[in-house]
């Protein structure tokens, strides 16, 4: 089976002030598994919500992932692992209480990690998520 891209998208529509034009995609299924684009704040149409302020991105990257999931096929019960990528400490309660509202009771691998800084400044958590239609 070829695998399935999802929302291809030029890396230009969020990187305005630099000069980088990669394509890609927000989502791949390969056979059963599904790999998501690191989700951040940013709408799935390239706005951007909650400058300043992790929880509320978290929350948006928490509803991306849903969707691409859902248009590829899967569902919040099939992710397997989450990588959440935070900018500073404080960050962490306030933005795993949205991803625990996100998962409830599914209870995925999990790593989490503290960054100097993200793509752009005005990210302040990103996360990533692999998953696995079952069979």
């Not at 305005?16 to 791949?28: K, L, P, S, T």
């Not at 684009?37 to 991306?64: K, P, S, V, Y």
């Not at 009771?105 to 998520?129: F, N, Q, R, S, Y």
């Amino acid at each position: 089976m070829a695998h399935q891209r999802f929302r291809r998208f030029n890396t230009g529509l969020y990187c305005r002030d630099q000069d980088i034009r990669n394509e890609m995609c927000m989502a791949v299924r390969a056979g059963n598994l599904v790999f998501l684009r690191g989700q951040t704040g940013f709408t799935l149409e390239g706005g951007f919500t909650g400058i300043g302020d992790a929880a509320a991105q978290a929350d948006q990257a928490m509803r991306n992932v849903k969707t691409l999931l859902e248009e590829a096929g899967s569902a919040m019960e099939h992710i397997c692992r989450i990588t959440t990528t935070i900018t500073d400490r404080a960050w962490r309660e306030p933005v795993y209480q949205v991803i625990g509202r996100h998962l409830g009771g599914i209870a995925p691998v999990a790593t989490g990690l503290i960054v100097g800084g993200l793509a752009l400044p005005e990210m302040l958590v990103e996360i990533d998520i692999d998953a696995v239609i079952p069979a």
